[in-house]
């Protein structure tokens, strides 16, 4: 059997004496560090300020007035459009716009965009369906707006027709902070 040391008996005595008018605190649940945004909220929130930095509603393009919905920028080449047109690309990403407001539509436009590129996709399919017509005629003047849409034209039957377009994005140097 360990015998006690008498010395070490009285220090937890004298520790015991000290401390007998000691009240215990209360726990503070209070974080009092802000909170760390989580990327996704980050994103979002980035996604929504490039979609009012690109996109402008009183931009009014000049689409061609008869023919299919087509666009390619300039120093591109016109062939990609035809490429387009004739199904050599086809959609690995699809976003479908029914029932958004013009402001949720712009906020997915650029998500659609920033994911292509993040995952490397160079096309995309944007249905935007036909309805009022409203974001039928806004889709297309985004696109032509954003530094990153090579080209797009209306989609096939198979990938929505009238009512969708087929968007081809330069895909080249991305950067992981946007």
Same mark, same amino acid.
């Given at each position: 059997?360990?015998?006690?040391?008498?010395?070490?008996?009285?220090?937890?005595?004298?520790?015991?004496?000290?401390?007998?008018?000691?009240?215990?605190?209360?726990?503070?649940?209070?974080?009092?560090?802000?909170?760390?945004?989580?990327?996704?909220?980050?994103?979002?929130?980035?996604?929504?300020?490039?979609?009012?930095?690109?996109?402008?509603?009183?931009?009014?393009?000049?689409?061609?007035?008869?023919?299919?919905?087509?666009?390619?920028?300039?120093?591109?080449? /016109?062939?990609?459009?035809?490429? %387009?047109?004739? +199904?050599?690309?086809?959609?690995? &990403?699809? !976003?479908?716009?029914? #029932?958004?407001?013009?402001?949720?539509?712009?906020?997915?436009?650029?998500?659609?965009?920033?994911?292509?590129?993040?995952?490397?996709?160079?096309?995309?399919?944007?249905?935007?369906?036909?309805?009022?017509?409203?974001?039928?005629?806004?889709?297309?003047?985004?696109?032509?707006?954003?530094?990153?849409?090579? /080209?797009?034209?209306?989609?096939? %039957?198979?990938? +929505?027709?009238?009512?969708?377009? &087929?968007? !081809?994005?330069?895909? #080249?140097?991305?950067?992981?902070?946007?």
């Amino acid at each position: 059997m360990k015998k006690s040391n008498p010395n070490q008996d009285d220090d937890f005595a004298l520790f015991r004496d000290s401390m007998a008018d000691v009240k215990p605190l209360s726990q503070d649940r209070i974080n009092h560090r802000p909170p760390v945004p989580t990327p996704d909220k980050t994103r979002a929130k980035q996604q929504r300020k490039l979609a009012d930095h690109y996109f402008s509603d009183s931009f009014q393009p000049a689409f061609p007035s008869h023919g299919p919905m087509r666009y390619v920028r300039d120093g591109a080449s /016109a062939y990609e459009v035809k490429r %387009l047109r004739r +199904g050599d690309y086809s959609p690995e &990403l699809l !976003l479908d716009l029914h #029932g958004l407001t013009q402001a949720e539509a712009r906020h997915e436009l650029i998500a659609l965009l920033d994911a292509c590129k993040r995952q490397q996709i160079p096309c995309a399919s944007v249905m935007h369906g036909l309805g009022t017509g409203i974001l039928k005629e806004r889709v297309p003047a985004w696109l032509c707006q954003h530094p990153d849409v090579v /080209a797009f034209h209306q989609a096939p %039957l198979e990938w +929505g027709g009238n009512g969708a377009l &087929l968007v !081809l994005v330069d895909i #080249g140097q991305f950067d992981p902070e946007l």
